[in-house]
C-alpha cells in the first residue's frame, strides 16, 4: 500500500543481532543435520552473508559454533521453567512443559543432536553445558514444590523424572511426534505424581508434597 | 603344605585370557580414571605384564582399549537380564535389578566412565554399544511382559523407566551408593508398576498387564 515507506531490511544489524542471526542459521541447520557436518560456509549460505563474516564471529570454527548454538539453546531452555509461584502445583508443571515440548517441536532433530552431543563435538565443556540444564530444572522443580532442604529421595526422584522426560521427548521426535503434545504434557504430569507418591511411602518429605498436591485437587 | 605341587602362575594365558586380564586390568582402572587418562602402559603395569604385550593386543591404542572394555561391560550388562520366563513377573524384575545393581556397585565409577563416554573417547561406536544394552533391556523386559507386538505407549514406557533407572544408579554412585542397594532395587520396581499404572489409564495393552501384575499380587 505504501511502496514508499522506508524500508530497514538493509540496515546493518548490531554485533549481538548479527551474532543470533548466525545462531539461528546454525540451529535450523543442526535440526536436519548432524553438527560434525555442519560447515560455517553452509551458516553463511543459511544466513545470506558473507564466509569472512561467520568466520569472523567464530574464529574456533565449527566447535565454537556449536558450543554457541548450544549455549543459546540452553538459554532458551532455562526460560521454559520460568513460572510465577502461584495457583496449584500441577498446572505450573504443565505450563513449564507445554513451553518445553513447544522448544522440542521447534527445534526437532536439532534438539536431539544439541543435547545427545555430536559424535566429533562432544567435549566436557558441551555436556556441562547441557548437565547445567538438566540441574536448573532440578532446582525450578524443588522449589515450586516449596522445600528448603530436599533429601536424597526427592532429589533422586526428581532428577529421575527429567531424565525420563528427556527420553521422552527424544523418543517422541522419533516416533513423528506422537502422541499429541497435549496428551504428552498429561502424561509425564501424571507420571510426575506417580513416582512421587511411590517416593512417600519411604519419605516423609515428598509424602507432605504428595499430600499438598491431593489437596489442591 | 606341598612345596612340590606344580604351580601354574607361570603357564602361558591363551590369547582369548589374556585379553580377558588387560580388559579387566582396563576396567579397573576405568573405575578410577577417566577413560582418556588411562594409557595403555597404566594397563601394562595394572596387569603386571610388558608394555609390548599390550600394544600387541590393542594396536588401535587407547581407543581400541577403550572400545573393547566398553564392550566386554556391555555383555557382562546384557548377562545381568537373563532371567527365566517363570513366575510372578515383579520378583523376576527384582533378581534382574539385584544383578544390574551389582554390577554397578562393582565397577563402581568407571560404570559412570563407560556409559557417558569419555570427553575424548566418545564416538558414534561407543554410543551404539551403550544404545544396544538399553534396547536390549527394553526387549527383555517387553518380552517377560509377554507382549508381541507393544504399542508406542509401553514401549515408550518402559524405555522411560530404563533412562530413570539408568539416571537413579549414576546419582546412586554419586551419592555414596544410599540408599542400600535392596532398597533402591524395591523403589525401582515400584516405579516400574507406578508409571505402567499411569500409561494403562490411556492404553488397553498397558491396562492389561497392570491387571495381570495386580493379580499376581
Same mark, same amino acid.
Given at each position: ?119 566429533? !563435538? *562432544? ?6 553445558? $547441557?548437565?547445567?540444564? #538438566?540441574? &536448573?530444572?532440578? %532446582?525450578? @522443580? ?46 509425564? !504430569? *501424571? ?6 507418591? $511411590?517416593?512417600?511411602? #519411604?519419605? &516423609?518429605?515428598? %509424602?507432605? @508434597? ?8
Amino acid at each position: 500500500m505504501t511502496p514508499q515507506a522506508p524500508t530497514r531490511a538493509y540496515r546493518r544489524l548490531t554485533v549481538e543481532e548479527r551474532r543470533s542471526q548466525l545462531l539461528r542459521a546454525a540451529l535450523s541447520l543442526f535440526a536436519h543435520r548432524a553438527p560434525e557436518d555442519v560447515s560455517l560456509d553452509d551458516v553463511a549460505e543459511a544466513a545470506g552473508v558473507s564466509r569472512p563474516l561467520v568466520y569472523r564471529y567464530f574464529p574456533g570454527g565449527k566447535q565454537q559454533l556449536y558450543e554457541a548454538a548450544l549455549r543459546s539453546a540452553a538459554d532458551d531452555l532455562r526460560h521454559c521453567f520460568d513460572e510465577p509461584r502461584e495457583g496449584p502445583l500441577l498446572p505450573r508443571l504443565a505450563r513449564a512443559l507445554d513451553r518445553y515440548l513447544a522448544f522440542v517441536d521447534e527445534h526437532d532433530a536439532g534438539f536431539s543432536a544439541l543435547l545427545q552431543g555430536g559424535s566429533v !563435538v *562432544e567435549t566436557s565443556r558441551t555436556s556441562a553445558i $547441557v548437565d547445567g540444564v #538438566r540441574r &536448573a530444572a532440578a %532446582e525450578h @522443580i524443588l522449589s515450586h514444590l516449596g522445600v528448603d532442604r530436599p533429601g536424597p529421595r526427592l532429589r533422586m526422584t526428581v532428577r529421575m523424572w527429567i531424565t525420563a522426560v528427556e527420553a521422552a521427548s527424544l523418543i517422541w521426535l522419533d516416533e513423528g511426534k506422537q502422541p499429541p503434545a497435549e496428551e504428552l504434557r498429561d502424561w509425564l !504430569v *501424571e507420571q510426575f505424581v506417580a513416582v512421587l507418591t $511411590v517416593t512417600a511411602r #519411604r519419605d &516423609a518429605q515428598t %509424602e507432605a @508434597i504428595v499430600r499438598r498436591v491431593a489437596e489442591q485437587g
